[in-house]
């Protein structure tokens, strides 16, 4: 990277009127909040979620020398080099630190969690290493070049937050509530316990096919992680429709680990009795219904992905 013409640019930056938080940075229109709690990236972008924020979309080269260099540079004295400062400041050995990008699980290509395409990159040499497991991008606090990471590893993080969040009081959110109402685009349905909106798409499709149209609403398909989540899509959808539904639930290891699209934590599983079924090629997770007598139930299943199945898409609110 190339610091000596963004010279001028930290000399300016912090007479930037900003509406941020003094423990936060500001970034045109975003409060970035560096945590130095060792996270996997599944839960750093959900405690993210939780303060109406994301994991960072790096779209030009002075967001990422922003984020690779605001908190060392910041904590560095004349006589520490930038490694030395950042395991002072994050009290931790750690050296790099997870930002909003995933691999596509079908195609091995990169995108940011809220959607949009890498149209920046700066990756280090031979990286992305797409190795088994390695989906999650991580930034460097040394030099701020990009590697490909195994998701489940533990790293400190960076929340990117609206600076309108801001414009009434100083303090950063705490708490998980989310809007009580909000009017989500495309017909979706908004669940204030998630603070998600919720879309159905109504067509019978392969998984893949059914991942890549909830991409392209900037969303993914649906993760659950609790019984309410569960019975709210059941009574809006699923009961209605009287149909299964694909879900992001996969599997790359021959069904022994599932994973959700939106590397949150799986930490919901209400399979269905004998499922998952371990079956050559069943690595995809749906919503299957079961009727008894005029009562319907619905489980978590695993099939062939190129099966067909209505599905359910899921987008946070801020995104």
């Not at 069904?255 to 069943?282: A, C, H, M, R």
């Amino acid at each position: 990277m190339h610091f000596k013409i963004l010279f001028i640019f930290w000399c300016i930056l912090p007479f930037v009127l900003s509406l941020c938080p003094s423990e936060s940075w500001s970034w045109q229109s975003y409060c970035l909040f560096f945590n130095s709690t060792p996270t996997n990236f599944g839960n750093s972008e959900l405690s993210c979620q939780k303060v109406h924020g994301r994991l960072p979309s790096i779209h030009d080269a002075f967001y990422n020398v922003v984020l690779s260099r605001m908190f060392p540079t910041k904590f560095k004295s004349e006589k520490k080099d930038l490694e030395t400062a950042a395991k002072e400041f994050l009290n931790t050995s750690a050296i790099d630190f997870w930002i909003g990008a995933t691999k596509y699980t079908w195609d091995e290509s990169w995108i940011w969690d809220d959607g949009t395409s890498l149209n920046y990159t700066d990756w280090k040499n031979g990286e992305p290493n797409n190795g088994t497991g390695k989906d999650c991008a991580a930034s460097s606090l040394i030099d701020g070049y990009w590697s490909a990471q195994k998701c489940s590893e533990l790293k400190p993080f960076v929340c990117e937050l609206p600076e309108t969040l801001f414009t009434s009081t100083t303090e950063a959110p705490t708490t998980e509530s989310y809007p009580t109402s909000f009017n989500c685009t495309d017909g979706g349905v908004y669940y204030p316990q998630t603070g998600s909106c919720y879309f159905a798409l109504e067509k019978s499709q392969t998984w893949k096919n059914a991942e890549i149209q909830c991409k392209s609403f900037g969303s993914d398909l649906t993760s659950i992680h609790t019984d309410a989540e569960f019975n709210f899509l059941f009574f809006k959808y699923i009961k209605p429709l009287k149909q299964s539904f694909w879900i992001g639930l996969h599997s790359k290891d021959e069904e022994k680990t599932w994973k959700w699209t939106d590397n949150s934590l799986f930490d919901y599983s209400p399979w269905l009795t004998g499922y998952p079924q371990v079956i050559k090629g069943s690595d995809c997770g749906f919503i299957i219904i079961q009727q008894e007598d005029v009562h319907y139930d619905a489980y978590f299943a695993n099939d062939q992905c190129n099966n067909t199945y209505f599905s359910i898409c899921k987008k946070f609110y801020l995104n």
